[in-house]
């Protein structure tokens, strides 16, 4: 039985005002769209009525061949829903590349008996702009790892990762790039890097109702997807309860937002058997007490299609991005639980500042050309504004028998942890 009330289960009427707003999808769009729906449908009546949104957020996203990253409709850039950092230019990755120069320097200089090739893995890998640039500069630096290794879901992205990086890198360089189908199933030593991914998890939602925490799950009623709460596992509900005793409070009724209890695990895999190396991660979010402000009573859950952000995240499913902020206090405590040491924690702006942007910027000033000139200042200020994208997104690292915590000095925000 649905505890859920009119007022915050959005239906067809909602969807559609919602959909008035945005341009409209074409009919191949919408056909593809249905077909995920069939399946999302059929998991529904599979699972006695009801999924938790978690799963839904994984169809929408990642259903083989339907899926929002597993289909082969353009995600990046103008043409797309959305922009990310490697894709504004190559500033970005440069400072990245700058930033972790230092660690494989390490790895290669302490190399013992128990040494292995050095690894660069970097989750989705985007339009392949991002491994380009890191490449290039980290060759320029006497820093390239054994293995550049691009651990992506999208088949439609690993064809174009792989024609760009094959026209755009030496042969020597592009030999070092491969792509995986997951994790390392072995020991290893390396960076792994992550920008605008753990946003992407399949997020579990919860509401609390008269103290008692719920799960949002999706639902059909009258052939419409609608969102519904049915009491929380165990799993959950503690997770809930313990982000309540680091706040210091309860959340009050009609509460709702995310949290990940599966995180730890999450993190665990994805660096495996990492030996030495560090841990970067990118990614717009907030600390615990700012996630979890009382005003923000509806969580950080929202779609983006075609660069409008919106609130209905069951409109046209596989068609438009959903994402849920980081919990960056949450990520602390994963790392650590996965075997790391913690790093550091800033702005993007400060990061960027603190690992090579001071020299790009008067190589900027050099530029002869004026139009390339104004392009590199936006980027720049596109990269490091607070209104843009400098404070919005944090850096966050992690270490393990390597020094890494210098590349967070420019202004360390861990207090706010």
């Not at 890998?125 to 491994?131: E, L, N, R």
């Not at 960056?328 to 993007?348: H, I, K, M, R």
Request: glycine share 10%; proline share 6%.
């Amino acid at each position: 039985m649905s505890t859920e009330s009119p007022s915050h289960r959005p239906g067809a009427q909602e969807r559609q005002r919602e959909a008035g707003t945005l341009p409209a999808p074409d009919a191949d769009a919408l056909a593809h769209s249905a077909r995920l729906g069939e399946l999302i449908r059929a998991q529904i009546a599979d699972n006695g009525g009801a999924i938790p949104f978690s799963r839904f957020m994984e169809l929408a996203l990642y259903a083989p061949g339907l899926g929002y990253y597993s289909a082969g409709a353009s995600k990046f850039g103008e043409s797309g829903d959305f922009v990310t950092a490697p894709e504004i230019g190559p500033i970005f990755a440069a400072c990245v590349a700058d930033s972790l120069a230092p660690v494989f320097q390490q790895i290669g200089t302490d190399a013992g008996a128990e040494s292995s090739p050095s690894r660069f893995l970097e989750l989705g890998g985007g339009t392949g702009a991002f491994a380009e640039v890191v490449l290039k500069r980290l060759m320029e630096l006497d820093a390239l790892p054994d293995r550049y290794c691009i651990l992506e879901p999208s088949a439609e992205l690993r064809h174009r990762q792989r024609e760009r990086l094959r026209e755009r890198l030496v042969p020597p360089l592009f030999e070092l790039v491969e792509w995986l189908d997951g994790p390392f199933d072995d020991d290893w030593d390396g960076v792994l890097f992550a920008n605008e991914v753990i946003d992407a998890l399949p997020t579990p939602r919860f509401a609390i109702e008269s103290g008692e925490v719920y799960e949002e799950h999706v639902a059909v009623e009258d052939g419409e997807l609608v969102r519904v709460l049915r009491p929380a596992d165990a799993f959950l509900s503690n997770a809930v309860r313990h982000v309540e005793r680091q706040l210091g409070r309860e959340f009050e009724h009609g509460y709702r937002s995310e949290t990940l209890p599966q995180l730890p695990y999450w993190v665990q895999a994805v660096s495996g058997g990492m030996r030495r190396g560090a841990m970067l991660f990118v990614d717009y979010g907030y600390p615990r007490g700012e996630f979890y402000l009382p005003q923000r009573n509806d969580g950080t859950l929202r779609a983006f299609y075609r660069h409008r952000m919106h609130g209905e995240p069951l409109l046209w499913p596989g068609l438009q991005d959903l994402t849920a902020s980081v919990d960056f206090t949450a990520l602390a405590e994963a790392g650590v639980a996965a075997g790391f040491d913690f790093a550091g924690y800033c702005s993007q702006a400060s990061f960027l500042l603190g690992n090579g942007l001071a020299g790009v910027l008067e190589r900027i000033e050099r530029i002869e050309d004026e139009g390339e000139r104004f392009k590199r200042t936006q980027e720049v200020k596109r990269l490091t504004l607070p209104s843009e994208m400098g404070e919005r997104f944090q850096a966050m690292g992690f270490e393990k028998g390597v020094e890494f915590g210098t590349a967070f000095m420019a202004g360390d925000l861990s207090f706010r942890l």
